[in-house]
């Protein structure tokens, strides 16, 4: 087995047991984003988390294949530009992608598009990451970038970084339609996570569910709007 598949078994339960609980449980979370907001269609969900390790990553990449297998043309975008795990994920080279993109905007975004055998499943790594990347996450560009990607793409899924980290998160939480918050059982502190949501009260009504992952069992129990 290669080590692409290796990693894609571990980490992509989608794909690796896809009539597993845990599988229909990533197919209810997109149903249940669809309908979060009414007949409003969303196009760019912005996964996050409070902290650090809570799997929003995982997450994020699992989310999307179950996409992709509705027949949804999907393209992933790993906006974590100082801490990127998508190539990690998939075993694919970053030495280009969104931080190309952000650099320069007369280059297209489709040249720097991967496409691993995922379905319709498209993605756009970080690029090399970079000590300033809120500077580069603040260009104007940006908005170009995601508007040239919702014409091409049917669903966009953006994993940034969690919102206690850095200033990006915020950032891009104004460009995107929905917001999905991730928390981990029994290392998200409450504490971080109340913090969180004042960082995005500036966006609140776009934050349409929490999920609590168990990342003992890369299982997420519950999706639920909050946004109280």
Known sequence: MSTVKRTR????????????????QFRSLQTNIKF??????MKSILITSPDKGAGKSTIALNLAVSL???????????????????????????NEGLTNLLLNEQLEVEFFVRKPDLGDLYILT???????STELISFTN???????????????????????EV?????????????????????????DA???????????????GVIMNDNKQSVFQKLRKDNK
């Open 68 to 94: 992709a297998q509705q027949k949804e043309k999907v393209l992933l975008i790993d906006a974590n530009l100082k801490n990127p795990s998508i190539h990690k994920f998939l075993n694919i080279t970053n």
């Open 167 to 191: 200033a990006d998160t915020k950032i891009l939480a104004n460009y995107c339609d929905g917001i999905v918050l991730v928390y981990s059982k029994g290392q998200t502190k409450y504490d």
């Open 142 to 164: 940006l908005e170009q970038l995601l508007d040239s990607v919702h014409k091409a793409y049917d669903v966009i899924i953006i994993d940034s970084p969690s919102v206690l």
């Open 36 to 41: 979060a907001t009414g007949k409003k269609v």
């Open 126 to 132: 970080s690029g090399n990451t970079s000590s300033h």
């Open 194 to 208: 109340l913090h969180a949501r004042r960082e995005l009260q500036f966006v609140e009504e776009k934050i349409v």
């Open 9 to 24: 078994k571990k980490r992509i339960v989608t794909i690796s047991n896809p009539d597993s609980i845990i599988s229909e």
